[in-house]
C-alpha cells in the first residue's frame, strides 16, 4: 500500500527557516520522481521542488530557487525539504508526492510529470 506523509507545517516569521519531511511506505523510493507542491487560497496548485531520486538530481521553481533545498534520506526513505529565507508569500498547504513512471532521467524531466500518489497537506504560515 503506497503511502506518503507530509508533515513539520507550522508557523513562522517571515526570514525564518523550516523543514518539512515527507516520509514514504509501499513503493520504491529510489525509482521514482517525486515533487513538493503547495496551494494557498485563491491560487493553483504549483509544483515547487522536484527530486530523481535515481539520479539525484533536483529542480526548483524559480519562486522558491536558492531558498528551498530537496533533500533524500534513502535509507529511511524520506524527501526533505528545506525552506529558508521565508516569506509571507510562502505560506500555503504544502503536499508531496510521488510519480512511479518516469524516474531516471532528470529532476526537470520529473517537474513535468503528472502526480497521481499523494500525501496530505501540511501547513506553513509565514508572518510578517
Known amino acids: 500500500q503506497v503511502q506518503l506523509m507530509a508533515a513539520g507545517g507550522t508557523s513562522v516569521q517571515a526570514g525564518g527557516s523550516l523543514r518539512l519531511s515527507c516520509t514514504t511506505s509501499?513503493?520504491?523510493?529510489?525509482?521514482?520522481?517525486m515533487g513538493w507542491f503547495r496551494q494557498s487560497p485563491g491560487n493553483q496548485r504549483e509544483g515547487i521542488a522536484f527530486?530523481?531520486?535515481?539520479?539525484?538530481?533536483?529542480y526548483y521553481s524559480d519562486l522558491v530557487k536558492g531558498r528551498f533545498t530537496v533533500v533524500q534520506d534513502r535509507a529511511n526513505k524520506i524527501l526533505y525539504l528545506e525552506m529558508t529565507q521565508l516569506k509571507t508569500e510562502d505560506t500555503a498547504l504544502y503536499y508531496c508526492?510521488?510519480?512511479?513512471?518516469?524516474?531516471?532521467?532528470?529532476?526537470?524531466?520529473?517537474?513535468?510529470?503528472?502526480?497521481?500518489?499523494w500525501g496530505q497537506g501540511t501547513q506553513v504560515t509565514v508572518s510578517s
Open positions: 508526492a510521488a510519480d512511479l513512471s518516469s524516474w531516471g532521467k532528470s529532476a526537470e524531466h520529473c517537474s513535468r510529470q503528472n502526480y497521481d500518489l
Open positions: 527530486s530523481d531520486n535515481a539520479g539525484g538530481s533536483t
Open positions: 509501499g513503493y520504491n523510493f529510489v525509482r521514482s520522481c
